[in-house]
């Protein structure tokens, strides 16, 4: 099972909702993925010099402002940062190998989620609902956002089994299907380099993502070569800096609907989850076709 | 006319209202309004009822219909009209994949386009697709009439037993046992009556008919490679 939804904003006026209107779809999803859930959302861009983390601890007392003080002091910057239930979002100035290095030295409890200009991901066990409610998700604005109900079949439900799966620099990844040739792939990609956290497929589909745009690839590139490479059952939706972008497999027995208005365009595994947005009744509704990239983005 | 607003009436209550009319039924005209996704709307009707679906359904509407027609005005999920017996199930919008699956009887009609296995394990239903449809239609197709105005994805009509089926635009490829057969005036009068039922102005000269070259009816050594 599992369930997937995308949204992208065409018209500035609904960023102010993002959040909103993305938590009800996820909450749409719950019956396919009553697990974990979890969301990307892409807002408040850095600037070119800033790098932001999503961090994660099991720790629900856990020290954050301690964190940013010594992590600001180390690197003689001002650290700023937001607390949301198990992660904060941390604004830094400083290359992000640097970081991440610091931080898996003096704080290995804590889990990089996700790096970049703009990608915020908050993710957790339980149900949709309780997740929406714990991140406060409904207030956030942005350009767009990918969120995953999980229905857990082949690896553990933890926090870092869920979705989505950063797979670079503001860069993520959703899935609904299940991989077969995943074990031997993360082997391969281990020897590239590729870090993985966890046994979960998705985490191999991500990283073969990075690994592919780390090589020059271009996303669109790197999709047409998971096609080849990655065996199994997906539907993906893979959230970029400027857009997101959907890819079924060539069965495409996994389900997917798109639907685009003037104002929005949505991708979600059932349409009852796109019912939930204004205007839904008079959009374009399709299914994507099986092995054939689409994908939304601001020039 | 009975209303039905899934905006205030579940679901479950919705299709119970739906279930318990008959022939002798006083209103046979019904009308749903805000069905906003929702699956198996109006699946299991057995009575003479028209019914008006003004939205966009999720999965398995329509599903084993029995005598009702019922129009959807909207896209639908997968397996519309799944295992219908006898009656007629529209759709104005899209349809997704698996439409008719399985049916034994009575009209689908899909004004837009279908996605994969339109009809597949079709076992009697007759399917009007205005547009094209995705790739593995006709899958095991048993009986019946597939009409496909557009294109047909790869591998149409794959294992297909004794179901017919027409294509007015190209096939991307034939399935396995599938072949290209001449259209016969029987054939031509079919087509035209199921063009007619279902309201769609396409010219039966256009067409193409496919159907199964019975080389897998029987274990053949010689066929191995295509079971």
């Known amino acids: 099972m599992c369930g997937i939804v995308g949204l992208f904003t065409k018209n500035p006026a609904f960023e102010d909702r993002l959040g909103d209107y993305l938590s009800s779809m996820l909450i749409e999803m719950s019956d396919r993925g009553p697990d974990s859930a979890g969301v990307a959302i892409y807002r408040n861009p850095t600037g070119k010099d800033g790098v932001k983390l999503s961090l994660f601890s099991a720790d629900d007392d856990y020290p954050w402002r301690t964190l940013a003080k ?3 002091k180390e690197l003689g910057d001002k650290i700023s940062i937001e607390v949301r239930a198990s992660h904060a ?17 003096h704080h290995s409890e804590l889990k990089v989620m996700s790096a970049g200009n703009t990608i915020e991901i908050f993710k957790e066990k339980g149900l949709p609902k309780d997740v929406v409610e714990r991140f406060n998700l409904r207030d956030l604005k942005g350009s767009h956002a990918l ?36 074990n031997r792939l993360r082997q391969v990609l281990a020897r590239e380099g590729i870090e993985f956290q966890t046994d979960n497929d998705t985490e191999v589909a991500a990283g073969y993502l990075a690994w592919r745009l780390r090589e020059g690839a271009s996303l669109d590139e790197a999709l047409e070569a998971a096609i080849k490479d990655l065996d199994g059952f997906y539907t993906f939706a893979v959230g970029t800096r400027d857009g997101f972008a959907v890819l079924r497999d060539p069965i495409a027995c996994k389900h997917a609907v798109l639907a685009e208005t003037d104002d929005w365009v949505a991708m979600a595994t059932e349409y009852r989850a796109i019912a939930v947005l204004p205007g839904a009744e008079k959009a374009k509704i399709w299914e994507p076709a099986p092995a054939q990239i689409y994908s939304w983005g601001r020039a | 006319m009975g209303d039905l607003d899934l905006a205030t009436l579940s679901l479950r209550d919705a299709n119970k209202r739906l279930h318990a009319v008959t022939h002798k039924s006083n209103d046979l005209a019904w009308q749903l309004t805000n069905p906003r996704g929702a699956h198996a709307i109006a699946a299991g009707l ?32 997968p397996g519309v009209a799944e295992n219908m017996m006898s009656g007629m199930v529209r759709v104005t919008g899209n349809a997704s994949q698996s439409a008719g699956a399985s049916g034994r009887g009575g009209l689908l009609v899909v004004e837009g386009d279908t996605s994969s296995r339109c009809g597949i394990s079709m076992k009697g239903i007759d399917i009007v697709v205005g547009g094209s449809v995705g790739h593995m239609s006709a899958f095991m197709a048993q009986s019946g009439h597939l009409v496909v105005c557009g294109d047909a994805g790869a591998n149409l009509g794959d294992s297909i037993y004794e179901a017919i089926l027409f294509v007015r635009g190209k096939a991307e490829s034939l399935g396995a046992d599938c072949i290209e057969k001449e259209i016969r005036p029987e054939h031509t009068v079919v087509l035209t009556e199921l063009l007619e039922k279902s309201g769609i102005d396409a010219d039966p000269a256009d067409f193409r008919r496919y159907g199964s070259a019975r080389r897998l009816y029987n274990f053949n050594v010689d066929h191995a490679d295509s079971y």
């Open chain 1, 89 to 105: 979002i941390l604004v830094v100035h400083e290359d992000f190998p640097v970081i991440q290095a610091w931080l898996r030295h």
């Open chain 1, 147 to 182: 969120g995953h109900t999980r229905m857990a079949t082949e690896s553990a439900v933890t926090t870092a089994h869920s979705h989505p799966f950063s797979t670079g620099l503001d860069l993520c990844l959703v899935h609904n299907g299940s991989l077969s040739n995943h």
């Open chain 2, 46 to 77: 057995d009575a003479p009822l028209s019914l008006t679906i003004d939205g966009h359904v999720g999965f398995y509407c329509g599903g084993m219909n029995k005598q009702a027609e019922i129009t959807i005005r909207g896209h639908a999920g």
């Open chain 1, 70 to 72: 010594e992590l600001g």
